[in-house]
Antibody
Framework: QITLKESGLTLVKPTQTLTLTCTFS??????????VGWIRQPPGKALEWLAL???????RYSPSLNNRLTITKDTSKNQVVLTLTNMDPVDTATYYC????????????WGPGTLVTVSS | DIQMTQSPSSVSASIGDRVTITCRAS??????VSWYQQIPGKAPKLLIY???NLQSGVPSRFSGSGSGTDFTLTISGLQPEDFGNYYC????????FGQGTRLEIK
């Protein structure tokens, strides 16, 4: 079955760079139509899409965060890495990675999420 | 950017009720809409994709409809486990989520 799990530092200081790893099983990012996305949710607020990477190395980013985000994949390790530069307290949120549905850019399997706090 | 506006922002309903949540896109997005349920403290769960396709394992009391700019999620026969927050999402141009609808059980 498909599983995903997020990992990385849970406390970062303002201006630092956040690096999160999504480790998954049950699928391969070298298979056609497969993708992995990142979504975040500030405490008590709505979901916000961040980035998506596809089996063919195509990358898509949220326009509002595009200049701060990078998404990469390591197919051999079954991992996807998200980096977010110049962290600010407003970036405090639970960060989720999720499997892209085969028929489109929706998310059918999600990791449990990891809460990242930005504070000095 | 395509904006997704959900209504209502919150709703309270009784067990057995029919509940409807709507989502309006800022431009036409064909049928590129999905719906999610999120129980507080948990990851979102996919309910509907491509506007009206029921995700495997999701109870048939959930249904979706719409195309273009107006979309609806309907829960027919509300159950206690249906409380939580509901989000629509468009994937016509990149990805955008709605602001959410909180569903409370009376």
């Amino acid at each position: 079955q498909i599983t995903l799990k997020e990992s990385g530092l849970t406390l970062v200081k303002p201006t630092q760079t956040l690096t999160l790893t999504c480790t998954f099983s049950g699928f391969s990012l070298s298979t056609s139509e497969v993708g992995v996305g990142w979504i975040r949710q500030p405490p008590g607020k709505a979901l916000e899409w961040l980035a998506l990477i596809y089996w063919d190395d195509d990358e898509r980013y949220s326009p509002s965060l595009n200049n701060r985000l990078t998404i990469t994949k390591d197919t051999s390790k079954n991992q996807v890495v998200l980096t977010l530069t110049n962290m600010d307290p407003v970036d405090t949120a639970t960060y989720y990675c999720a499997h892209r549905g085969i028929q489109g850019d929706y998310f059918d399997y999600w990791g449990p999420g990891t809460l990242v706090t930005v504070s000095s | 950017d395509i904006q997704m506006t959900q209504s209502p922002s919150s709703v309270s309903a009784s067990i057995g009720d029919r509940v409807t949540i709507t989502c309006r896109a800022s431009q036409s997005i064909s049928s590129y809409v999905s719906w999610y349920q999120q129980i507080p403290g948990k990851a979102p769960k996919l309910l509907i994709y491509a506007a009206s396709n029921l995700q495997s394992g999701v109870p048939s009391r959930f249904s979706g409809s719409g195309s273009g700019t107006d979309f609806t999620l309907t829960i027919s026969g509300l159950q206690p486990e249906d409380f939580g927050n509901y989000y629509c999402q468009q994937s016509y141009s990149r990805v955008t989520f709605g602001q959410g609808t909180r569903l409370e059980i009376k």
